[in-house]
């Protein structure tokens, strides 16, 4: 199963972007690691039909390419279907899901369970996820229908969970710093003890890298598995803030090599077998993901 920490800094492409198909093939950012080519919010609706025809186009001369991740974020099930049915749609790695909760999970996710084997990235982004009792209830859901082992990572749609409170993310601090960081917190929460990943909101502000530097280190503290980018220079943060510590590492091994001390010290701070063993596999998983 793909690791959704190798998505890093997904960059958001709208289809209408000249360049898609120089992107798909990584000719233009060759060290991008995932990019999700947006049929949705990022395209206006007057542009919509040109925007598929240049994604077909696209499709039919897009070459493999193993260390790019690439996701279509479709508009509603229905351009969903669309794709499903393309010549070429298995060159893709799969679908970002918009506005999802439990009124289109089955809509959405079922063409996927039949398919040739296309992970999804469920985005949460409506009121639904306001109520923890709503977000409980679709995870069941997607846990007893067996959609998760489709899911690769559920997204966090911040800026529209923010447009449902009539709020703009300040230019001066983190999306933690909003009533958004108690709605991240749940999400984790609710998800990630079930084994669903989760990751992180988009930073808007491009000219704040300091903000967005203070953000990647609460999205890591939070469990979070990776950033959406909407600007290329994001990336190189989101990147190395995302890479592990050199630290992490060597604490991570010796928890895993350890077998006579339940408990040690190492580096200023207690090292339990019993409760730091899964966050030292992960962190080995991750350094195997970077190398």
Not at 122 to 142: G, Q, S
Not at 172 to 198: E, H, M, N, S, W
Request: charged share 25%.
């Amino acid at each position: 199963m793909l690791d959704a920490y190798r998505l890093g800094g997904s960059l958001y492409v709208p289809v209408t972007h000249r360049d898609v198909l120089r992107i798909a093939n990584g000719l233009k950012w060759p060290e991008l690691r995932s990019v999700i080519f947006c049929t949705e919010d990022a395209v206006a609706p007057s542009a919509l039909q040109s925007g598929l025809a240049n994604l077909r186009d696209c499709l039919d001369a897009m070459e493999p390419r193993p260390s790019l991740l690439r996701f279509v974020r479709v508009r509603n099930p229905e351009i969903l279907d669309w794709l499903l049915a393309l010549p070429g749609i298995e060159k893709l790695d799969g679908f970002v899901l918009p506005k999802f909760d439990l009124s289109n999970a089955d809509r959405y996710l079922e063409p996927l369970v039949g398919d040739s084997g296309h992970l999804c990235m469920p985005t949460l982004e409506t009121r639904d996820v306001f109520e923890p009792v709503r977000m409980a209830a679709l995870r069941d859901h997607l846990l007893e229908r067996g959609y998760h082992e489709r899911i690769l990572a559920l997204r966090i749609g911040g800026n529209d969970l923010l447009s449902l409170l009539g709020i703009r993310r300040p230019r001066d601090r983190t999306i933690y710093r909003t009533p958004l960081g108690q709605t991240i917190a749940q999400l984790v929460t609710c998800f990630k003890p079930y084994g669903f990943q989760l990751t992180a909101p988009v930073f808007e502000h491009i000219d704040h890298p300091e903000v967005l530097h203070e953000e990647l280190s609460d999205d890591i503290a939070h469990g979070l598995c990776g950033k959406t980018a909407i600007h290329p220079s994001q990336l190189p943060l989101i990147e190395a803030s995302f890479r592990v510590a050199p630290t992490d590492l060597e604490a991570a091994r010796r928890i895993l090599e350890e077998s006579e001390q339940a408990v040690f010290k190492f580096g200023g701070s207690m090292c339990e077998l019993a409760t730091h063993s899964t966050w030292a596999r992960h962190i080995l998983d991750r350094t195997a993901l970077d190398s």
